[in-house]
């Protein structure tokens, strides 16, 4: 009766939290109800008598990947993310609905169907005898060798691959970057300056990800086929910041007043200034 | 040198080979060496197997080289034959061939209109190709199975369309219409097809009856599971008794093959327009040895046909009147070398008619005379076009006689022959057949009679046009000249071969030795003999005498005709507009197979290539497949909107599926 | 040994677990809360595993959740990785800014 109580009460606990990690706004929040989850199902371990997973649960999940997600969380920011809208849209209703309906058809085929198996070797009697960690062990180094061995692996694969991500981050790392028009740049088509990138659009005409425009000498036809490529542009993103863009114009240079219109038409701030030139 | 026969196919391919892939390079001055001694090498190793098959009283032997392909049970061995029968075709083709290669190294050197001789563009192919030719022949002629006759038989049409296209840039030839006088409208000819198309026509019309020839080689097999000959013909009886169709069945098929391959009617239309091929390939393929392959084949495979008679007895019929037939056209042909062409269709048909009414060894002994006497004629013919720049109008010539006397000396001793003139080679072999003709049917003799007749009168007209009379073309004439050594050696050769040929089967009923007749016999060891009746002596004495006065009277006509008075024909054929343009025109059988086939099957393949290829395969089928592949893709591309969500829930959605199935059903 | 909670508790408990999991990831928009959602999921799969290893008296289970901890670790490790490289290219981290698999 008490195991009947206690497990009614851990299950409560673990199905609370899962919806407290889903249903809520801070991300913060949302990675302590984890916590909370991953901890109860390590309790409900303990009362399958898998003691050593139960442990190796709480050192994994509840310690080390619920903080690995909180400081991804402080890295990223805890304020981004969606503004936690209306719940009860009419998808998201389709998407409860579609759940309920995974969990009737499990629920109906787990209690009218019987599980049946031959039993195992992992007896109470002999886990009595040698030691639930030992019977484990004695399972994953004999006969589950190769698996074993693939997981190890695997953990040095993601442990290479994270470094790897991490270093790439750190060489492409540029705090802004700017499309050059300029017709006089020879070379190389784009430039690092400290940790600014000047790309020259004219050598380079394709579309990428730049904050920052700056004409130094086209004329009004290489205007015309780089405006007219922006408002082909496809990707949502950049399109919503093209509007908040800053576009300088070299005095130098010579565009007439319907080419002056288009640009201010098409970005947030249109400066007339000198522009550092690309062949220096 | 019965063991190294195989010497006499790999020596050409060494000369292939050679002249092929370093030809070239090495220049015309070593080709024109190489090309005629591979021959000439072949023909000594078979002139050895020859000494040592007579020595063992021709006893067959079979030489296995090695195992070409072995599948289950089925298993083609690559084996020669040496046996006399093709002991005697590997001497007539390498030997004749060896003649014709030396002949050729002179002709195929040009005079330019500068008077410098230099040699054909193509030397090296010219000679790489009469190689492959030789070699392919010889797979013929020594294969012991129907597979490698088969497989021969096949090349030896490649060579041949190889070869009359050889000068595939030359454009086709309109020819002067015939005129015969004041008053009546002259006979237009219809044009001369260009060589690559006369390549291309031959090869066609060739396939026609390579498909029957297939067929029978495929009813060989399923009925006797071999096609080894002597496993065949062992069991030709016991196969004929138990199943009494299959073996007419299996001869006619493969007459099918020969009637295509030797030119005889109805798909005898190649052979003319394979004229425009240089003149040695002509002489050599389309006179002496390739069109003789259906023969030999009939004759090879006479353990079969005697027990067909039904259909040997259609052979003989076709074969006379394809004799008759041709022998009409070449009556009025102003060229050359046509009224050879004809001529060989003719002759083919004589050795027909022999084999049709089992007279093998004498369609045999016709073969190898008329290998001799066709390629001596159509080698002093290519020696008169060499002369002339390649004039070949018979119009055009005339009075050759003085200027180029060894040609004109041996194509007398060809025509002669050829015309069945008293003790000339041609005489004995078409009196031979002549007889055994009788034997079976006096009406198959007389029609060979007057066609023995016609043949002496076209080929003394072509003799009394081309070398006798005043010249006709005084500038021809002029520059006119004898030709160099090679032809003029080759030409003196063959004549001797022509004259003296007919020592290779004198008449028995003389009781004179028939050296044939006695070599030949173990290659009919399986033949099934049917009753024989002989002529008495006197018929015999008969027949013969009045073959040869046939011939002596064709040729005393010709004479009236074309020397003392030449109005006679003028004025016979001013008489007879009518038939004498049937004739020129060839009975216009060109013109109804182009009607009638020609044109409906190119209408057919351009219906069924604008229709069903391009617009069912390609349109519907190929491309549609690949329309219907980019649109459904395209279509389905709008689902892949980039949204993990998206995707997520396409996911659960199809496991949501998957578990309601499994736990639902 | 009698036991007093049977079988069909625990895998009802497990499925409704991974079914919360499971529109979490359909529902929310916020990359990191999606990761989270996922190893809720695996953590269901987890528990369904040790609840049969039980039942049956066999190893095997165990075993299989200790070699998905292994991989959850690697995947959350790669995944977190990723995300902060997405953040830092695209300045977000709602999924539906991540669309250039588009086809």
Same mark, same amino acid.
């Given at each position: 009766?008490?195991?009947?109580?206690?497990?009614?009460?851990?299950?409560?606990?673990?199905?609370?939290?899962?919806?407290?990690?889903?249903?809520?706004?801070?991300?913060?929040?949302?990675?302590?109800? =984890?916590?909370?989850?991953?901890?109860?199902?390590?309790? =409900?371990?303990?009362?399958?008598?898998?003691?050593?997973?139960?442990?190796?649960?709480?050192?994994?999940?509840?310690?080390?990947?619920?903080?690995?997600?909180?400081?991804?969380?402080?890295?990223?920011?805890?304020?981004?993310?969606?503004?936690?809208?209306?719940?009860?849209?009419? #998808?998201?209703?389709?998407?409860?609905?579609?759940?309920?309906?995974?969990?009737?058809?499990?629920?109906?085929?787990?209690?009218?169907?019987?599980?049946?198996?031959?039993?195992?070797?992992?007896?109470?009697?002999?886990?009595?005898?040698?030691?639930?960690?030992?019977?484990?062990?004695?399972?994953?180094?004999? #006969?589950?060798?190769?698996?074993?061995?693939?997981?190890?692996?695997?953990?040095?694969?993601?442990?290479?691959?994270?470094?790897?991500?991490?270093?790439?981050?750190?060489?492409?790392?540029?705090? #802004?970057?700017?499309?050059?028009?300029?017709?006089?740049? &020879?070379?190389?088509?784009?430039?690092?300056?400290?940790?600014?990138?000047?790309?020259?659009?004219?050598?380079?005409?394709?579309?990428?990800?730049?904050?920052?425009?700056?004409?130094?000498?086209?004329? &009004?036809?290489?205007?015309?086929?780089?405006?007219?490529?922006?408002?082909?542009?496809?990707?949502?993103?950049?399109?919503?910041?093209?509007?908040?863009?800053?576009?300088?114009?070299?005095?130098?240079? &010579?565009?007439?007043?319907?080419?002056?219109?288009?640009?201010?038409?098409?970005?947030?701030?249109?400066?007339?200034? &000198?522009?550092?030139?690309?062949?220096? | /040198?019965? +063991?190294?026969?195989?010497?006499?196919?790999?020596?050409?391919?060494?000369?292939?080979?050679?002249?092929?892939?370093? @030809?070239?390079?090495?220049?015309?001055?070593?080709?024109?060496?190489?090309?005629?001694?591979?021959?000439?090498?072949?023909?000594?190793?078979?002139?050895?197997?020859?000494?040592?098959?007579?020595?063992?009283?021709?006893?067959?032997?079979?030489?296995?080289?090695?195992?070409?392909?072995?599948? @289950?049970?089925?298993?083609?061995? $690559?084996?020669?034959?040496?046996?006399?029968?093709?002991? %005697?075709?590997? %001497?007539?083709?390498?030997?004749?061939?060896? %003649?014709?290669?030396?002949?050729?190294?002179?002709?195929?050197?040009?005079?330019?209109?500068?008077?410098?001789?230099?040699?054909?563009?193509?030397?090296?192919?010219?000679?790489?190709?009469?190689?492959?030719?030789?070699?392919?022949?010889?797979?013929?002629?020594?294969?012991?199975?129907?597979? /490698?006759?088969?497989?021969?038989?096949?090349?030896?049409?490649?060579?041949?369309?190889?070869?009359?296209?050889?000068?595939?840039?030359?454009?086709?030839?309109?020819?002067?219409?015939?005129?015969?006088?004041?008053?009546?409208?002259?006979?237009?000819?219809?044009?001369?097809?260009?060589?690559?198309?006369?390549?291309?026509?031959?090869?066609?019309?060739?396939?026609?009856?390579?498909?029957?020839?297939?067929?029978?080689?495929?009813?060989?097999?399923?009925?006797?599971?071999?096609?080894?000959?002597?496993?065949?013909?062992?069991?030709?009886?016991?196969?004929?008794?138990?199943?009494?169709?299959?073996?007419?069945?299996?001869?006619?098929?493969?007459?099918?093959?020969?009637?295509?391959?030797?030119? +005889?009617?109805?798909?005898?239309?190649?052979?003319?327009?394979?004229?425009?091929?240089?003149?040695?390939?002509?002489?050599?393929?389309?006179?002496?040895?390739?069109?003789?392959?259906?023969?030999?084949?009939?004759?090879?495979?006479?353990?079969?046909?005697?027990?067909?008679?039904?259909?040997?007895?259609?052979?003989?019929?076709?074969?006379?009147?394809?004799?008759?037939?041709?022998?009409?056209?070449?009556?009025?042909?102003?060229?050359?070398?046509?009224?050879?062409?004809?001529?060989?269709?003719?002759?083919?048909?004589?050795?027909?008619?022999?084999?049709?009414?089992?007279?093998?060894?004498?369609?045999?002994?016709?073969?190898?005379?008329?290998?001799?006497?066709?390629?001596?004629?159509?080698?002093?013919?290519?020696?008169?076009?060499?002369?002339?720049?390649?004039?070949?109008?018979?119009?055009?010539?005339?009075?050759?006689?003085?200027?180029?006397?060894?040609?004109?000396?041996?194509?007398?001793?060809?025509?002669?022959?050829?015309? @069945?003139?008293?003790?000339?080679?041609?005489?004995?072999?078409?009196?031979?057949?002549?007889?055994?003709?009788?034997?079976?049917?006096?009406?198959?003799?007389?029609?060979?009679?007057?066609?023995?007749?016609?043949?002496?009168?076209?080929?003394?007209?072509?003799?009394?046009?081309?070398?006798?009379?005043?010249?006709?073309?005084?500038?021809?004439?002029?520059?006119?000249?004898?030709?160099?050594?090679?032809?003029?050696?080759?030409?003196?050769?063959?004549?001797?071969?022509?004259?003296?040929?007919?020592?290779?089967?004198?008449?028995?009923?003389?009781?004179?030795?028939?050296?044939?007749?006695?070599?030949?016999?173990?290659?009919?060891?399986? /033949?099934?003999?049917?009753?024989?009746?002989?002529?008495?002596?006197?018929?015999?004495?008969?027949?013969?005498? $009045?073959?040869?006065?046939?011939? $002596?009277?064709?040729?005393?006509?010709?004479?009236?005709?074309?020397?003392?008075?030449?109005?006679?024909?003028?004025?016979?054929?001013?008489?007879?507009?009518?038939?004498?343009?049937?004739?020129?025109?060839?009975?216009?059988?060109?013109?109804?197979?182009?009607?009638? $086939?020609? +044109?409906?099957?190119? +209408?057919?393949?351009?219906?069924?290539?604008?229709?069903?290829?391009? @617009?069912?395969?390609?349109?519907?089928?190929?491309?549609?497949?690949?329309?219907?592949?980019?649109?459904?893709?395209?279509?389905?591309?709008?689902?892949?909107?980039?949204?993990?969500?998206?995707?997520?829930?396409?996911?659960?959605?199809?496991?949501?599926?998957?578990?309601?199935?499994?736990?639902?059903? | 040994?009698?036991?007093?909670?049977?079988?069909?508790?625990?895998?009802?408990?497990?499925?409704?677990?991974?079914?919360?999991?499971?529109?979490?990831?359909?529902?929310?928009?916020?990359?990191?809360?999606?990761?989270?959602?996922?190893?809720?999921?695996?953590?269901?799969?987890?528990?369904?595993?040790?609840?049969?290893?039980?039942?049956?008296?066999?190893?095997?289970?165990?075993?299989?959740?200790?070699?998905?901890?292994?991989?959850?670790?690697?995947?959350?490790?790669?995944?977190?990785?990723?995300?902060?490289?997405?953040?830092?290219?695209?300045?977000?981290?709602?999924?539906?800014?991540?669309?250039?698999?588009?086809?």
């Amino acid at each position: 009766m008490l195991e009947q109580i206690i497990f009614f009460a851990l299950a409560a606990v673990a199905v609370l939290s899962a919806l407290g990690v889903v249903f809520n706004k801070n991300v913060v929040h949302s990675a302590l109800f =984890l916590l909370l989850n991953f901890s109860t199902i390590a309790f =409900l371990y303990f009362m399958l008598n898998a003691q050593f997973l139960g442990v190796a649960q709480i050192l994994v999940y509840a310690g080390a990947i619920v903080v690995l997600f909180l400081f991804v969380v402080m890295l990223v920011g805890a304020d981004v993310g969606e503004p936690l809208g209306n719940w009860l849209s009419g #998808q998201n209703i389709f998407l409860m609905v579609l759940g309920l309906i995974l969990l009737t058809v499990v629920g109906t085929a787990v209690f009218e169907n019987t599980v049946l198996g031959a039993g195992g070797e992992m007896t109470p009697e002999v886990v009595a005898q040698f030691g639930q960690t030992e019977v484990i062990a004695a399972a994953l180094f004999t #006969q589950y060798t190769l698996p074993f061995q693939l997981v190890a692996v695997l953990l040095s694969v993601g442990v290479i691959g994270v470094v790897w991500l991490a270093q790439h981050q750190q060489r492409q790392k540029f705090r #802004q970057v700017v499309a050059v028009l300029d017709a006089g740049w &020879d070379g190389e088509s784009q430039k690092v300056h400290h940790d600014k990138l000047r790309v020259n659009w004219l050598r380079r005409p394709k579309l990428f990800d730049f904050d920052w425009v700056e004409i130094a000498r086209a004329t &009004d036809d290489d205007v015309a086929r780089f405006t007219r490529q922006i408002e082909n542009d496809e990707d949502r993103w950049r399109g919503l910041r093209y509007p908040q863009m800053v576009c300088v114009v070299s005095p130098e240079c &010579d565009l007439s007043e319907s080419t002056h219109l288009k640009l201010r038409q098409m970005f947030g701030e249109v400066r007339t200034a &000198d522009v550092e030139r690309g062949a220096q | /040198m019965t +063991q190294l026969i195989w010497l006499t196919i790999a020596l050409p391919v060494i000369g292939l080979l050679f002249n092929g892939i370093l @030809g070239r390079r090495a220049g015309y001055r070593v080709v024109r060496v190489v090309g005629p001694l591979v021959v000439g090498l072949a023909f000594l190793v078979g002139l050895g197997a020859m000494f040592e098959t007579l020595a063992r009283d021709g006893e067959p032997v079979t030489v296995h080289l090695w195992t070409w392909a072995a599948i @289950g049970d089925f298993e083609v061995p $690559i084996n020669l034959l040496v046996d006399p029968l093709s002991v %005697l075709m590997v %001497l007539v083709v390498t030997g004749v061939g060896f %003649l014709i290669h030396v002949y050729a190294t002179e002709y195929m050197i040009h005079t330019g209109s500068d008077g410098h001789a230099h040699p054909d563009r193509d030397y090296t192919r010219f000679f790489t190709f009469l190689n492959l030719f030789i070699a392919s022949m010889l797979v013929l002629v020594l294969g012991d199975n129907y597979l /490698m006759m088969y497989v021969g038989w096949e090349l030896v049409g490649v060579s041949s369309y190889l070869l009359i296209g050889f000068w595939f840039d030359r454009p086709a030839q309109e020819q002067d219409p015939v005129d015969l006088g004041d008053g009546v409208e002259p006979v237009k000819l219809t044009p001369l097809l260009s060589p690559a198309a006369s390549g291309m026509k031959a090869f066609i019309v060739n396939r026609i009856g390579d498909v029957g020839f297939a067929l029978g080689v495929f009813l060989i097999w399923s009925t006797f599971g071999t096609l080894q000959f002597d496993e065949v013909f062992a069991r030709a009886e016991e196969i004929n008794s138990a199943l009494p169709t299959v073996i007419p069945w299996i001869t006619a098929l493969l007459f099918v093959g020969a009637i295509g391959k030797s030119a +005889q009617l109805p798909l005898y239309v190649w052979l003319p327009d394979a004229m425009a091929g240089p003149t040695p390939v002509s002489a050599l393929i389309h006179a002496a040895t390739m069109v003789t392959a259906g023969v030999y084949m009939i004759v090879r495979s006479n353990a079969l046909y005697s027990l067909a008679p039904g259909v040997s007895n259609t052979i003989a019929v076709i074969g006379m009147a394809t004799a008759f037939f041709a022998a009409t056209i070449a009556l009025v042909q102003t060229d050359l070398k046509r009224v050879l062409a004809y001529s060989t269709i003719s002759q083919l048909g004589y050795m027909f008619s022999a084999v049709g009414v089992g007279a093998y060894t004498a369609g045999m002994f016709h073969l190898t005379t008329h290998a001799f006497f066709k390629a001596l004629l159509f080698l002093g013919a290519g020696s008169v076009m060499h002369a002339l720049h390649d004039v070949i109008d018979l119009r055009r010539m005339g009075g050759l006689k003085d200027k180029m006397k060894i040609t004109w000396i041996t194509f007398w001793v060809g025509s002669l022959a050829l015309a @069945g003139f008293p003790l000339m080679s041609g005489f004995f072999s078409k009196d031979e057949i002549l007889a055994k003709d009788f034997e079976v049917s006096p009406l198959l003799w007389f029609v060979g009679v007057v066609t023995a007749g016609l043949t002496a009168f076209y080929t003394f007209r072509a003799v009394f046009l081309a070398f006798h009379g005043a010249p006709r073309d005084r500038h021809l004439h002029d520059h006119a000249h004898e030709s160099g050594r090679p032809i003029t050696f080759a030409l003196g050769v063959l004549a001797v071969l022509a004259l003296f040929g007919g020592l290779l089967g004198l008449p028995t009923w003389l009781g004179l030795p028939h050296v044939l007749e006695n070599n030949l016999e173990p290659v009919y060891e399986y /033949m099934h003999h049917a009753d024989e009746h002989h002529l008495s002596l006197a018929l015999e004495a008969t027949l013969m005498a $009045i073959s040869a006065l046939t011939a $002596i009277g064709g040729i005393v006509v010709a004479y009236v005709f074309y020397i003392v008075n030449p109005a006679i024909p003028r004025n016979i054929a001013r008489a007879s507009r009518g038939l004498f343009n049937l004739l020129a025109n060839k009975y216009w059988v060109d013109e109804i197979y182009n009607a009638a $086939i020609v +044109q409906p099957a190119l +209408q057919l393949a351009r219906a069924m290539s604008g229709g069903i290829d391009k @617009g069912l395969i390609d349109n519907v089928l190929v491309d549609g497949t690949a329309r219907a592949i980019g649109r459904v893709g395209r279509s389905m591309s709008r689902l892949q909107d980039g949204y993990v969500g998206h995707y997520a829930l396409a996911t659960f959605i199809g496991v949501l599926v998957i578990v309601s199935y499994f736990f639902l059903r | 040994m009698i036991e007093s909670i049977p079988l069909s508790y625990y895998l009802l408990l497990s499925a409704t677990l991974f079914t919360i999991g499971a529109a979490g990831v359909l529902i929310r928009r916020n990359t990191i809360i999606i990761l989270m959602c996922v190893e809720m999921m695996m953590n269901a799969v987890n528990l369904t595993f040790i609840a049969f290893s039980r039942f049956l008296d066999s190893a095997t289970g165990q075993v299989f959740v200790f070699m998905i901890m292994a991989v959850a670790a690697v995947e959350v490790a790669i995944g977190l990785a990723l995300l902060v490289e997405l953040n830092r290219h695209k300045d977000a981290v709602d999924i539906n800014q991540f669309n250039s698999l588009k086809g």
